[in-house]
């Protein structure tokens, strides 16, 4: 029981190894030491057996830390009683060094996949505390927004930004600037800032990532913007599905107007701005600029026609600056480093870096930023490590379900805005789905359509009436009914669709069907003509799979993982498999130890 | 705040109280809480550091931080010893965060086969 009062225990090896390099010795000196000390009582000596580490012995573990030092003398002693046990101090050289040393560690600039990367709406992401605004801060953090309020006129803001090149990173593209100057100009007493955090696009996370990461940037990009175009009011629309960014975004407007970097009279310049949170409650057109306001004015989120722009008439008719998350989060870089060090990043029409959700059949699923004319196949291969299981790459699809799938000759096509629309399809927020041979084109655009499909808000008859109906198309094709004209009448609804709906949801749908019929035609020509899906991932349009009788060996595996229970037979005699009950999942086939199943 | 010479000053002096921390005694250890990292088990790595410091009697400071871009190795954590640079590890268990904690943070030794990278 007295084991109990011990607040430290010091474990000494005394197997043969560190006896014979002097464990005895060692004892008796710490014995002596602790007398010395008066720690007698309160320090155990425990002797333990060999730790089969006898070449750096002797031995000596100091509990409760575990701290394990070797190759201790007598001589150490005294320092380890005086700095260790009585101060808590670990004597940092008797520790044991594995042979590994720090500089073989790969620095982070050094592996693939930050070697591209270049970290400017990103840069604190991971490297803060987001729920400590002093670590901002100590980064250098709002000074932009002190250097623009007490040193800049709102002119000039605007003319940086412009100068700068900053094109809108939700997907449009628009030039940031512009959209600043047209606000600015707007008569108004009153006026509005807001950013767009809906992020709705599947597979896209890099708005909730730097809201989550590094809320102040965007406080403090909004501030700058607010000041610039002479708001005092301003709101973020982010998603309710985004709890954990909404947290951390709270507590950062409380912090800073704690600190008066929010609310009144901000750095005495006579400035004020107050920051609100609207929760949007999920719908996809609600990233619609229109909508987004009117979801904020309390009415149903749909979009109504433009112009006027909200730069004119925006929230409760005010002129208002909408921006997304991510343009916000490049505003200050752009002010404390200057419009020419912006613009010398990434390529002459698009300047800057981008952020790239990176998602699907890839090995570095993350959240990647890199300048702007970067290759996909750079970003796809080097820094998102290519595609897992050895698979073949196929498609990546950019934009969202707005965007559309560029097949593997474009894996050399320049990331920028302008480059990605002639091939197709969009920049988009930034979402990159990666896809490989196991995946159907037909099936992912369907996917993408039903997506928008059930996301239309309805307003228009082409965008609610046209995008069903291409569903319903799409749907019959991968159910192996599709008929003669078909891609066709695709082609034709999505034209229409595209020029006839009145927002960007409409306006964007067909594209997923669109760029698959222009790169994988022959996909759509095998599901009508020949019903057969190529990829295997229509269950309508694949067939049962078959036993070769004369290889099997009657394992029996395949029969175990069939989910169907369409396999039977006996052990050591050749199984078969119900083509009437299969549903050609495919489960069986990589069971087989002799490859006797296939595809009939 | 009053003026951009008081933002200067309040940036200096937090700068000046992280550089101390950095060489004081202080180990400390950052474990990343976005979503992805929750989604990986972060929240369990994290009341395991706190469950192992408690356990061993460590002065300890423990942190958070956001997304670092390797969603595919969540949940990680960052070790960062006095005066030495920052060490990333990732795909982490709770078992992995008691041998970082008596292998690293106690004992000084990177433990190879869990480590990502080091922070320059």
């Given at each position: 029981m007295k084991d109990s009062i011990y607040r430290s225990h010091v474990l000494i090896c005394t197997g043969t190894g560190c006896v014979s390099s002097g464990a005895n010795t060692l004892k008796e000196s710490l014995e002596e030491e602790l007398a010395a000390n008066d720690l007698s009582g309160e320090i155990k000596i425990v002797e333990t057996g060999c730790h089969g580490f006898c070449e750096k012995g002797p031995i000596m573990i100091v509990y409760p830390e575990g701290v394990f030092y070797c190759e201790v003398q007598s001589d150490d002693v005294a320092e380890i009683v005086e700095e260790h046990l009585l101060k808590g101090r670990t004597v940092e050289r008797l520790l044991f060094k594995e042979?590994?040393?720090?500089?073989?560690i790969p620095s982070y600039q050094d592996i693939d996949f930050y070697k591209k990367q270049q970290r400017i709406a990103l840069a604190n992401c991971g490297q803060i505390d987001p729920e400590d605004i002093d670590e901002y801060i100590a980064l250098g953090g709002y000074e932009a927004a002190g250097k623009v309020l007490t040193e800049m006129d709102p002119q000039e803001v605007v003319d940086t930004v412009k100068d700068a090149g900053l094109r809108g990173r939700g997907g449009g593209g628009f030039p940031t600037g512009l959209k600043w100057q047209f606000a600015k100009n707007s008569e108004g007493d009153k006026k509005y800032v807001i950013c767009n955090a809906d992020e709705g696009d599947p597979g896209a996370f890099m708005d909730r990532s730097i809201l989550e990461g590094d809320p102040h940037r965007i406080i403090e990009g909004m501030l700058v913007a607010a000041y610039a175009i002479g708001a005092d009011e301003g709101y973020v629309y982010v998603r309710a599905e985004y709890p954990l960014a909404i947290k951390r975004l709270e507590k950062a407007i409380e912090d800073a107007e704690e600190y008066g970097l929010l609310g009144e009279n901000i750095f005495s310049s006579g400035f004020n701005f107050k920051l609100h949170i609207k929760k949007g409650a999920g719908a996809f057109v609600c990233g619609e600029e229109t909508a987004l306001m009117n979801s904020i004015e309390g009415k149903r989120g749909m979009p109504t026609p433009r112009p006027p722009y909200p730069a004119v008439r925006g929230l409760w008719g005010k002129p208002t600056n909408i921006n997304n998350v991510e343009t916000y989060a490049n505003i200050p870089y752009i002010i404390n480093e200057g419009a020419d060090s912006f613009s010398a990043i990434g390529t002459e029409g698009s300047s800057g870096t981008k952020v790239f959700a990176l998602t699907g059949k890839i090995n570095n699923t993350g959240l990647v930023e890199v300048p702007m004319g970067t290759t996909l196949k750079e970003v796809i291969f080097e820094i998102g490590g290519g595609l897992g299981k050895g698979k073949k790459f196929k498609a990546v699809q950019t934009g969202g379900p707005s965007g559309g799938c560029l097949p593997e000759d474009y894996l050399d096509l320049p990331i920028d805005y302008d480059s990605l629309l002639d091939a197709g399809t969009m920049m988009g927020s930034g979402g990159m789905v990666v896809m490989d041979e196991d995946s159907c084109m037909v099936d992912v655009a369907r996917f993408f359509l039903n997506f928008t499909q059930s996301e239309s808000c309805g307003k228009c008859t082409p965008c609610r009436e046209g995008t069903k109906r291409m569903l319903e198309i799409l749907n019959r094709i991968t159910d192996g009914e599709g008929k003669d004209g078909d891609i066709e009448l695709l082609l034709e609804l999505g034209e229409h669709i595209k020029s006839t709906s009145l927002c960007g949801l409409g306006q964007s749908a067909p594209n997923p069907v669109l760029s698959t019929i222009r790169y994988f035609r022959d996909e759509y020509e095998a599901h009508i003509h020949d019903h057969n899906c190529p990829a295997g991932v229509c269950s309508d349009l694949v067939s049962a799979y078959v036993i070769d009788e004369e290889a099997c060996i009657g394992c029996g595996k395949c029969a175990k993982v069939c989910p169907v229970d369409a396999i039977s037979g006996e052990i050591k005699s050749p199984f078969i498999i119900d083509p009437d009950v299969c549903i050609a999942c495919g489960a069986c086939e990589p069971e087989c130890p002799v490859d006797a199943i296939s595809q009939a | 705040m009053k003026s951009l010479a008081e933002l200067k000053e309040l940036r200096n002096k937090v700068q000046k109280e992280m550089k101390k921390r950095d060489q004081g005694t202080r180990a400390e250890i950052i474990v990343g809480m976005g979503t992805c990292g929750i989604a990986a088990g972060a929240r369990d790595i994290l009341k395991a550091v706190l469950a192992e410091i408690e356990k061993r009697d460590l002065d300890v400071r423990v942190t958070q931080t956001g997304c670092i871009g390797m969603c595919e190795k969540e949940p990680l954590i960052d070790v960062k010893l006095p005066g030495k640079e920052k060490i990333t590890y990732g795909n982490l268990s709770e078992a992995d965060v008691q041998k970082i904690i008596t292998e690293h943070v106690v004992n000084g030794n990177i433990v190879s086969d869990l480590v990502i990278a080091r922070h320059k």
């Open positions: 042979p590994m040393t720090d500089e073989q | -």
